[in-house]
Structure formats: C-alpha cells, structure tokens
C-alpha cells in the first residue's frame, strides 16, 4: 500500500530535493525532507520537515531518530541529495572546504545510510537511492573533489549493493545531467571564492564559468524532471545500478566509459586547456 510508504529525502529545501518532496507526497507517500534551511521546505499535504546537516553526526542521527519515531519503525526509502559543487583550481581550494564537500557529498549519504540500514534489513525491503551526477564519470577543470566525491559515491553504492541485496535492500544511482537548480550559482561563487590572491587560474575560472552559462541556457532538464526519475529509481520493481533523465546523459556517461581519453581531447578543443 503507497499510503504507507516512508521516504526520507536529503537536501529538500530546493531544486531536486524539494520538488522530488513534493512529487512523493502527491503520490501518498509519508515524507520526510530534511536540510539547513528547513524553513523553506512546506509543511503539508504529508511533507513532515526535519532540520538536517549531513556534515553533522548528531544531526543525521536526530533526523533518522525522529523518522523511525513517528513511523514505528519504518523507512522504505532514502533519497541521499543533498550535495553541492565545491569549484575552484585543485591546488588551491584550502582543505577545509575539500573535506567539508566530501562530508557532504560522500560521508553524509555513507552515515545515513549505516542509520537506516538496521531498519531496511529488519523489514526484509528497503532502496537507498544515492543522487550521483553524469559527473560521477565525466568531469571539467575546478570540479575536482566535486567529481572525487560523486565517483566515490557511485563505487560506494555498487559495493553497497552487493553486499545489502540478499537482505531485500538495494542501493541504486541517479545520474542527473545539468538541471535547473541552485546548483551551477553555487558551484561558480565557490570558484570565484577559492582563488587565491594573484592566482593563475583567474583565466580559467572565467572560461569555466562562460562553458557553465552556455550549458546552462541550453539545458531543458528541470528539478521536477529529475524528481520523476528520483521516484523511478526508488519504485522500479526491477532496480537497476544507473537511472538517468535523458538519452544524452547515459549516452555521454558510456561514450567516458569506454573512451575515457575522449573527453580529454573534448575539453581541450572546448576550453582551449
Ligand atoms: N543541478 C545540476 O545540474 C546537477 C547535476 C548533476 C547532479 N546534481 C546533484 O543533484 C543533487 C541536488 O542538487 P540540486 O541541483 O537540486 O541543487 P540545489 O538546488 O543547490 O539543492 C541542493 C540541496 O542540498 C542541500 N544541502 C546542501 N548542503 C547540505 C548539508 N550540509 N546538509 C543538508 N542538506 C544540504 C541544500 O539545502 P540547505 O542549503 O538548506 O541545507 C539544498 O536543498 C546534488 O547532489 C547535486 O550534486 C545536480
């Protein structure tokens, strides 16, 4: 029975964690949407909003806590999304902030998962869906530890699967393509921000972030497009290891797959680099 249904989404105060929030509960589903700004997720039509930070073991345990608490239990389904580009040149972006986006990106979905897992097992049934990226595989300068991350969550999952799926569990992958959301805003303050004083990756920050605006004026992909895939991933009777929202993407993921010294040559053409 979907009316029962359990979900806990990650990072749903915006783009594809918010309109994925959304899109389960208009479809019975009880909601559970955590983030920082947890003021901005809605609290209604079977949305319950939870304060998150997956950078903060205190805060995923809370939030998983106060799941099972009000479910007696139970939780089919974790959507891991919250994440965020940490851009800016390899050599510059100071530590801190590379092990705050692998806190986010990477160990958030691996802690919440561990939190989830007992329950999953127990009830013999259970998906965790991890949001990965095309970039989990394919790449462009200034989003170094941004793909580190989503290749180590790709690894991670599959790993995961394996070793969940005669318990009833799977761990499945959905690889969005450039999507209308916060994210490339973001992804390009932190660029600008991670230069160093005098630093000679100025030009290249300019020439990444001209490629960005082109993909993304040229980009038809919404939040709302990736919630149904998020909601496919979650509900295929038959799961797979890689959803995607467009032919393009999965066809670029596999073009990087079996040329992986293509998209070198690619990116040098496109960025002069
Ligand atoms: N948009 C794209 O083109 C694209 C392409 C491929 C993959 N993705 C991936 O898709 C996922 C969703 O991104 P989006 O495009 O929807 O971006 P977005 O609009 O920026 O939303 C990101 C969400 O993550 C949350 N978040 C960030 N840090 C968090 C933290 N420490 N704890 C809890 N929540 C946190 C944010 O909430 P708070 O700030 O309120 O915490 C926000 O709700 C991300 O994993 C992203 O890497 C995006």
């Known amino acids: 029975m979907t009316e029962n249904r359990v979900v806990a989404i990650t ?47 205190a805060s995923n345990s809370a939030f998983v806590e106060a799941i099972l608490a009000a479910t007696d239990g139970r939780i089919d389904v974790i959507i891991n999304n919250a994440g965020y580009g940490e851009f800016g040149p390899a050599e510059e972006i100071p530590m801190a902030e590379v092990r705050r986006q692998f806190e986010t990106n990477f160990f958030g979905a691996v802690e919440l998962t561990q939190l989830v897992l007992p329950a999953m097992r127990k009830a013999a049934a259970g998906r965790i869906v991890n949001v990965s990226s095309i970039g989990g595989d394919i790449y462009m300068p200034l989003g170094a ?13 599959d790993v995961l699967d394996v070793e969940v799926s005669s318990f009833g569990v799977r761990s499945v992958i959905v690889q969005p393509g450039g999507t209308e959301s916060a994210w490339g805003e973001i992804a390009m303050a932190n660029a600008e921000k991670n230069l160093r004083e005098g630093s000679p990756y100025g030009p290249l920050v300019a020439k990444v972030k001209a490629a960005l605006a082109r993909q993304a004026s040229s980009s038809s992909a919404t939040s709302a497009d990736l919630a149904q895939v998020f909601f496919r991933a979650a509900t295929d009777p038959k799961p797979k290891s890689r959803y995607f929202n467009a032919l ?11 040329t992986p010294g293509l998209l070198r040559v690619a990116l040098s053409r496109i960025l002069k680099v």
């Open 11 to 57: 990072g749903a105060s915006n783009g594809m964690g918010l309109e994925a929030a959304t899109l389960f509960a208009a479809r019975g589903w009880r909601v559970f949407a955590g983030a920082r700004r947890v003021e901005r997720i809605p609290q209604d039509n079977g949305i319950v909003a939870l304060p998150l930070d997956v950078t903060d073991s």
């Open 145 to 157: 530890y941004y793909h580190a991350t989503k290749a180590a969550l790709q690894q991670w999952s």
């Open 248 to 258: 393009g993407d999965r066809a670029v993921v596999k073009l990087a797959r079996t």
